[in-house]
């Protein structure tokens, strides 16, 4: 029976389906209209149309699969509420119901770390209390494993949660290629000394921790923090990642506090000016770069049999040759 792959045309549900496909696995995909899948995927999977707020597409995606794996949700810490809510919270539910309904044996939930805050302060893991932070999406996740927390206890639903990290790798137009741009042209900002852990992650080892969960037995009921912990600062990555550029490390830094001060002055602006798009610094940015986070996979690690395979090094590589290419396409459009 194949595997349903929601959000399969985005950054995360692109490596899950190519991990499927390298498996040899039947695979369909949920994509929304407009949304661009490479031929070579696109020839060797079912595709779906639809969308999270269409319950018609939803029922003819989940019919006869045998695993869904909901990698899509509404992202980004800026937005209307209202939208986080339909796609992470509602079509959460619509989702989970109309597979629960079709027989789906498994149901695989990508959540996020953030639900656990944006800056731990220190070292967390899966018993770490949920906590609400003033942006969307965070609440939005935080509602979202609230929902199906209730379900597990009340129904035995077989759902298990993901809580990936700090996504980085090919394809990350989020995260990684800002951080190079802003390298390359000398305006890189650290905040705060650099010293501070980042929860980093390659996006083939969140792939590979949610297959996992996917298929062991004693993943039902049960939440699992997905990162690699290998100790990265924030002053390891962003040189790492200077490193490959061929361009120089950034030395300037902007204290952590008053860098949280500005974004918050920044988003009062914002909002109370109606200005259209996000502005230009926010909290999420400045405490999810800035922030110590440190989190643990020892329940991943002995009920998954989860291990971080890509390193560091590996992955700013491969992340870095991926930026490239895509930045000399860019270029030699903008030259015709």
């Given amino acids: 029976m194949p595997v349903l792959v929601t959000g399969a045309a985005g950054f995360l549900g692109s490596h899950v389906t190519d991990m499927l496909l390298e498996r040899g696995e ?11 899948m490479p031929e070579e995927v696109r020839a060797r999977v079912d595709v779906c149309m639809g969308d999270l707020a269409d319950a018609g597409s939803l029922k003819a995606a989940v019919a006869g699969v045998d695993r869904v794996l909901h990698c899509a949700a509404r992202t980004g810490p800026w937005g209307p509420r209202a939208e986080y809510d339909a796609a992470n919270v509602q079509g959460l539910q619509t989702l989970l119901n109309l597979s629960l309904n079709a027989g789906v044996q498994r149901f695989v939930h990508v959540s996020s770390i953030t639900v656990h805050g944006n800056d731990v302060q220190g070292t967390a893991d899966e018993s770490s209390p949920l906590r609400l932070e003033p942006n969307p999406y965070s609440r939005s996740k935080v509602a979202g494993e609230r929902l199906l927390d209730g379900l597990i206890r009340e129904r035995h639903v077989p759902v298990s949660i993901v809580r990936p990290g700090w996504i980085y790798g090919p394809r990350d137009t989020g995260s990684f290629a800002r951080f190079a741009r802003l390298l390359e042209t000398g305006k890189m900002i650290m905040f705060g000394p650099g010293s501070n852990y980042l929860p980093l992650v390659h996006a083939r080892d969140v792939a590979q921790g949610i297959l996992l969960a996917s298929e062991a037995p004693q993943a039902v009921g049960r939440a699992y923090i997905i990162v690699n912990d290998e100790p990265v600062t924030q002053s390891d990555y962003l040189t790492a990642i200077a490193r490959c550029l061929s361009v120089a490390p950034p030395t300037r830094h902007l204290p952590y506090r008053l860098a949280l001060l ?9 909002r109370m000016t109606r200005r259209q798009g996000p502005p230009p610094v926010m909290r999420y940015g400045v405490q999810m770069l800035g922030g110590n986070n440190r989190f643990m996979i020892a329940r991943a690690r002995q009920e998954l049999g989860f291990v971080p395979r890509v390193a560091l090094a590996e992955g700013v590589e491969a992340s870095t040759a991926w930026y490239k290419s895509i930045r000399d396409q860019q270029g030699r459009r903008n030259s015709l």
């Fill in 262 to 270: 500005l974004a918050t002055v920044a988003e009062t602006g914002t």
């Fill in 26 to 36: 039947s695979v369909r995909v949920l994509v929304r209209p407009g949304e661009r």
